[in-house]
């Protein structure tokens, strides 16, 4: 590990704000990123979404987290650097950048296009680099990544909206497509109506299927129904409506960020139905998996972690030509810990993006 400050270790001069400690609380951070080498572009960032992992890793609610964190992993921008062999950008294009900034790029998932499930993965912040320094994320102004784990944004989408595609966007749409919960006509339920659930059900009507928001918010229920496109809406605490649901959905994907029984999604599963687990709240702790409604109905129960780069980029061709994007609410940066306690308590409507260009100063 290197005794030289975050903020001598490479040449280009970086402010953010980082986490320090497990309180989680974000307070401005100078630090520095490796000039831009061949395979690489420069980015300045212009949004960032705010990711309910960004809030579990800063308060350190899966014990991995190193110490001041820099999170973000939303992040859009325009290139302004390009090294000599980059093929993918151009100088003054929009740019965006998820939750990989490295793989090996040689294993078997790597050569499958699944950089996600490398064991090498260097993901964006909390993660250490190839050279063996830190990674920061893009809570900052400016980010250095090889153009691999660039995407290239469709020119309709507003790049605040889109940001958050990058994230939740592709840990959605990556399990439809490999458990085959993407076709017209089947009907699919989405547990919790936060930022991966609400962005789960427009692809899914893009998709031509029927959807069920199963969710703990009442308040949420008119909207979802008039606004994303839901057809129906459960909530999850009230046994008579989920009783009436039973043995209704093809495939469920659960973004949950808290623990959370099995049970009842189970039962709302028609025989072969799958429950694909992508929300990581509690995860540190292993969760109960009752038998009896698993195995009555050959049921199965999957997981999903974000995406590879190429189906991340096919995700966000696929958003461009349906216009979809998240619905967020613009936040300036040093309104950030107020955002993470509102989203503690569930509080947006349905992801906060940071205005990093406008309103990230550098003191
Ligand atoms: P989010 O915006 O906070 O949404 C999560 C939703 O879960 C909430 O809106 C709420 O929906 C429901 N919820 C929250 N607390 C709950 C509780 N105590 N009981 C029941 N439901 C609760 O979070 P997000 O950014 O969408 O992320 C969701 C989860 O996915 C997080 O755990 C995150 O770390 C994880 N994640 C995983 C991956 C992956 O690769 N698999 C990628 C990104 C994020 P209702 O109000 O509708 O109940
Ligand atoms: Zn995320
Ligand atoms: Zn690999």
Known sequence: MSTISAEEQHPQKVFGWAAKDPSGILSPFKFSRRATGENDITMDILYCGVCHSDLHTIKNEWGTADYPIVPGHEIVGIVTEVGS??????????????????SCGSCDSCSRDLENYCPKMIITYN??????????????????????????????????????????????????????????GMHLGVVGLGGLGHVAVKFA??????????????????????????????????????????????????????????????????????LVIVGLGGAEKPVELPLFPLLMGRKLVGGSGIGGMKETQ???????????????????????????????KGDVKYRFVIDVANTLKSS
């Open 127 to 184: 993660a250490i680099d190839h050279d063996g320094t830190k990674v920061y994320g893009g809570f900052s102004n400016k980010l250095v990544v090889n153009e691999h784990f660039g995407v290239n944004l469709p020119e309709n989408l507003p790049l605040d909206a889109a940001a958050p595609l990058l994230c939740a966007g592709i840990t959605v749409y990556s399990p439809m497509k490999y458990y085959g919960l993407c076709k017209p």
């Open 205 to 274: 009507k893009a998709f031509g299927m029927k959807v069920t928001v199963i969710s703990t918010s009442i308040s949420k229920k008119k909207e979802a129904i008039e606004q994303l496109g839901a057809d129906e809406f459960l909530i999850s605490k009230d046994p008579e409506q989920m009783q009436a649901a039973m043995a209704t959905l093809d495939g469920i994907i659960d973004t949950v960020a808290a623990p959370h029984p099995l049970y009842p999604l189970l039962c709302l599963l028609k025989n072969d139905g799958k």
């Open 314 to 344: 096919e995700m966000m061709d696929f958003a461009g030509k349906h216009n979809i994007t998240a619905d967020i609410e613009v936040i300036p940066m040093d309104y950030i810990n107020t955002a993470m306690e509102r989203l503690v």
């Open 85 to 102: 062999k980059v093929k993918k950008f151009k100088v003054g294009d929009k740019a965006g950048v998820g939750c990989i900034v490295g």
